[in-house]
């Protein structure tokens, strides 16, 4: 088979190319430069530079073809300013998962495919498992094995198309097994610290990186109290439906200035999101203060003290028509049907019990215990067991 591997410059990526070649398949490694402006990260060099060059050291290691791809246009496109217009809104973005579904799993793998290879390979921490149904094949997307680098969330908005050209060959080991095997085979990255920070671009100032369309704008920050009368309402002791009983639970609260105190200045709304406890400038409070809304047309910050503080939680969410995909489209909910299922709302959280109800106006997930800092714009992802079913935007 004729495999293009995604280099990325990390012993990830390079474990998959070693393992492939040993398999005996016909190897490509490609490296995707997606980014070229250094100016907004933190590092004195620009990341895909260093990275470029260890993928080509990789390559020549194993002795198999190797080419960069420049994608930064389309990867601008799709992802920066898909970014720039979601803080612009108040909203919180995820441009990983929007990375995968937008550029390696679409651009990257159109680009291979015309290459005239079979499949493409990444080293991503999931796996794929094809399962035969009556007409044709079904492809499971599960979690890693390892369960302290599963990153099947970061692939929960990829398709059925998209996961049948798809191969994860790291997905069934550990960490410490692929370095022992990088290690072992002598690969240049088998020491090479994993990458962090937004997908391509490195360890970036996000205020900084904001800043180039988002101008500063100076705004108050308020202080919201635990004696806040709306934490003490009671729920009510009936509903006319489901349906209303989850609109209530789904409902961002928004506060407004005369409901809390004036404790500080920020230099614009959109630079935070909810749940966010550091750059915010606060002091004399015994516990950290966290976001717990930012209102981007008033340009306020409202927040509350402390990590368990009643403001940051919230027992359900929605996600609108347009936004609801389902990975297993055979397994999706039908107008008023519900199922028990395990969701995560954001990379590396546990999997949490909660039930998914799906009405002409959304899916609505309620989880068993309240859940802090949902933000508008993250990735809400359902399993089933260790399979990744679906994944919606949060309203």
Known sequence: MKIAVGLSGGVDSSVVAYLLKQQGHDVIGVFMRNWNDASVT???ECPWVEDSHDALLVAKKLGIPFQVVDMSEHY????????????????????DVLCNREVKFKQFLDTALSLGVDKVATGHYARVEEKKITKGSIFRLLEGVDADKDQSY?????????????????????????????????LPTAEKKDSQGLCFIGKVSLPKFLKQQLAPKKGDIIEIFRDFPGFSKEKPTSFSSKLEELRYLSAEYKYQPHEGKKIGEHQ???????GQSRGLGIGGHKESCFVLYRDVEQNVVYVGEGHTFPGLYRKALKIAPR???????????????????????????????????????GLFIEFDAPQSAVAK???????????????GVIS
């Open 154 to 186: 970061f692939l929960c908005q990829l398709n059925q198309y998209q996961l049948s050209k798809a191969l994860f060959p790291v997905g069934s080991l550990t960490k410490p097994e692929v370095r022992m095997l990088a290690k072992g085979v002598g």
């Open 268 to 274: 614009g709304a959109h630079y935070y999101t909810v």
């Open 377 to 391: 714009g993250q990735f809400a992802a359902w399993y089933l067991e260790e399979e990744l079913l679906g994944s």
């Open 76 to 95: 601008k496109e799709t992802i920066v300013d898909y970014m720039f217009s979601e803080y612009r809104k108040g909203r919180t973005p995820n441009p």
């Open 323 to 361: 936004d609801i995909h389902w990975i297993r489209p055979d397994l999706a909910l039908k107008n008023n049907e519900s199922q028990a299922l395990k969701v995560r709302i954001r990379y590396r959280q546990k999997l949490e019990d909660a039930t998914l109800y799906q009405y002409e106006e």
């Open 42 to 44: 933190l590092g004195e």
